[in-house]
């Protein structure tokens, strides 16, 4: 019997023996379509976006038993710089649906966990292709899954179960394909078999100077008042920071903005929320001087 059928017999064998627990994993994973207010109007920069589009168009195309394309898109790079945002953005801004999960959700109280969650995953956007519908599956943070053999990871026999089923997946035909995208800061610890070629193709991503001053331009595009040049000066100041710092900083604005309205809040209901909210909406636009007061805050500012 070959590892990958072994692992199928203990998937199947540890299986009946949960099968008294009713665990429930619809609540385990997001779906992201076309028109999402967040993903829909991001802006990607196109070496991402190419790499993502290539990596899931090859999957939908025919003739794939000559071409042998990999099930598995790692993309690894530093926190907080745009992997999975740009990823889901990528995927749905031209049409193709998402299935999310956090590699958090691949771990569960008992062993069958990871693999029932998987499987619904699978499962339902295998469902979704046979109706006609472009997806792909997006696990992020997965250097923290079960499928590490980092010792600061807590392992289980999660671990090497969920590492057989994943290796499983790119054995199925063709038309039970879904492609599949990994994100993470650090693969040098994810069994190597399951991320080698054939299996998996590879993009880093630390985004240079430019490229992080282009996303970061998207995310304050309608927000900010000031030049161009104070906005560059800004950015130069923050540039080591990283993306997901900058796009908290709308967030402590609003924040501020919003601490005028609490004193004199009695009671938290519908009305008080659609109050602050049209308080809020009705601020000017924020300028580069107390961005950079609210970037000082964050700890972001160079030397």
């Not at 997001?30 to 790499?51: E, M």
């Not at 990999?70 to 999975?84: N, R, S």
């Not at 990823?87 to 999960?101: D, H, N, P, R």
């Not at 630390?206 to 927000?223: A, G, M, Q, R, T």
Request: aromatic content about 10%; glycine content about 4%; charged content about 25%.
């Amino acid at each position: 019997m070959g590892f990958l059928d072994r692992n199928l017999s203990e998937i199947d064998s540890l299986r009946d023996a949960y099968k008294t627990f009713d665990v429930s994993v619809e609540d385990k994973y997001q779906i992201f379509r076309s028109g999402d207010p967040y993903y829909s109007t991001l802006n990607i920069l196109a070496r991402f976006k190419k790499t993502v589009l290539a990596h899931v168009i090859s999957i939908y195309l025919q003739n794939n038993d000559r071409y042998l394309p990999p099930v598995f898109l790692v993309i690894e790079g530093p926190a907080g710089e745009g992997k999975t945002s740009q990823a889901i953005a990528s995927c749905i801004q031209c049409g193709i649906t998402v299935l999310y999960i956090s590699a958090s959700q691949l771990s569960g109280s008992h062993e069958h966990d990871a693999i029932d969650v998987m499987e619904a995953v699978y499962k339902k956007s295998t469902d979704m292709k046979k109706q006609g519908e472009k997806v792909a599956i997006i696990v992020d943070d997965f250097h923290l899954s079960n499928a590490s053999v980092d010792d600061n990871v807590k392992r289980t026999i999660n671990s090497p179960l969920l590492t057989g089923y994943l290796m499983n997946l790119t054995q199925k035909k063709d038309e039970e394909k879904i492609p599949i995208i990994l994100t993470g800061n650090d693969f040098s610890h994810v069994y190597g078999p399951l991320i080698r070629a054939g299996r998996a193709d590879r993009f880093e991503w630390s985004p240079n100077y430019e490229e992080k001053k282009h996303i970061v331009e998207s995310i304050f595009h309608d927000f900010l008042n000031c030049s161009s040049v104070e906005f560059d000066r800004f950015f130069e100041r923050c540039s080591k920071a990283s993306i997901a710092d900058f796009s908290q900083l709308k967030n402590d604005y609003r924040k501020s903005v919003m601490s005028a309205c609490i004193d004199d809040i009695q009671v938290v209901n519908d009305a008080t929320l659609n109050r602050i909210s049209k308080y809020i909406e009705m601020q000017k636009k924020i300028d580069c001087k107390l961005l950079i007061e609210f970037a000082k805050e964050r700890h972001m500012l160079g030397d």
